[in-house]
């Protein structure tokens, strides 16, 4: 079975300052996905970033970044020099490729930013 | 622009109508899902599909059943609503391989009076 935790249900960070969220996760396969969706109050799904499992880099992209630690099968998010904007629900989420195109996700953590 | 696209945003219905949430995609993804999202337990997979006809249970699949007759739509049905069934229905699609994305249409929110 596959499990992810996101136990931070919120947090709050000052504006410009770096934040990290939280994400552990569970699978027995060999090969997985590891994504971070964000999520305004407009209700939109919005897609952040993606991390293999045998990436051997942490992802990047723009102010986003992914600390994947395997072995602690751990999967945080990075947001460096926070906006207002940033403002939202944040889902950590994983796909492995022995379910057959399925995917979880996990509880959400509610991000606040301070000006 | 790829485009998943959800029938209605708001949706109220009474307890026992049987309810039909459709959702269609434009991308020809082999996969669709259907999650519900309620506060605090993050978004659960109620049904998801890989191919035409074919469909898997999710987490949450009790009162809930799916169709998939054409590639790009994948229908939630609810046989007997019931107010427990109040939540966001978000609906989306993608590619076959793990490490795509999933792309989502703007939700349904349904009440059950």
């Known amino acids: 079975a596959q499990k992810i935790t996101q136990t931070q249900p919120g947090m709050f960070v000052q504006e410009k300052e770096a934040v990290t969220l939280d994400c552990t996760y569970d699978?027995?396969?060999?090969?997985?996905?590891l994504f971070w969706y964000k999520q305004p109050s407009s209700g939109e799904m919005i897609f952040l970033i993606y991390?293999?499992?045998?990436?051997?880099q942490n992802a990047t992209e723009g102010r986003y970044s992914l600390n994947f630690q395997k072995a602690r099968k751990s999967a945080n998010l990075v947001i460096s020099a926070s906006q207002l904007g940033d403002s939202a629900m944040y889902f950590c989420?994983?796909?492995?490729?022995?379910?057959?195109?399925?995917?979880?996700f996990g509880q959400g953590t509610e991000l606040s930013v301070k000006p | 622009d790829v485009k998943v696209t959800q029938s209605s945003r708001y949706l109220v219905k009474r307890t026992g109508e049987k309810v039909f949430l459709e959702c269609v995609q434009d991308?020809?993804?082999?996969?669709m899902f259907w999650y519900r999202q309620d506060p605090g337990l993050g978004l659960r997979l109620i049904y998801f599909?890989?191919?035409?006809?074919?469909?898997e249970k999710g987490d949450i699949p009790e009162g809930y059943s799916v169709s998939r007759e054409k590639k790009e739509r994948f229908s939630l049905i609810l046989e007997s609503a019931s107010t427990n069934q109040t939540s966001m229905y978000l609906c989306?699609?993608?590619?076959?391989?793990?490490?795509?994305?999933?792309?989502f249409g703007s939700g349904t929110q349904l009440s059950v009076l």
């Open positions: 989306a699609s993608s590619l076959q391989n793990f490490n795509e994305k999933l792309f």
């Open positions: 991390q293999g499992s045998y990436d051997e």
């Open positions: 699978t027995s396969d060999q090969s997985y996905g």
């Open positions: 599909s890989y191919d035409v006809k074919m469909k």
């Open positions: 991308m020809d993804h082999e996969n």
């Open positions: 989420a994983m796909r492995g490729n022995n379910q057959g195109g399925k995917l979880i």
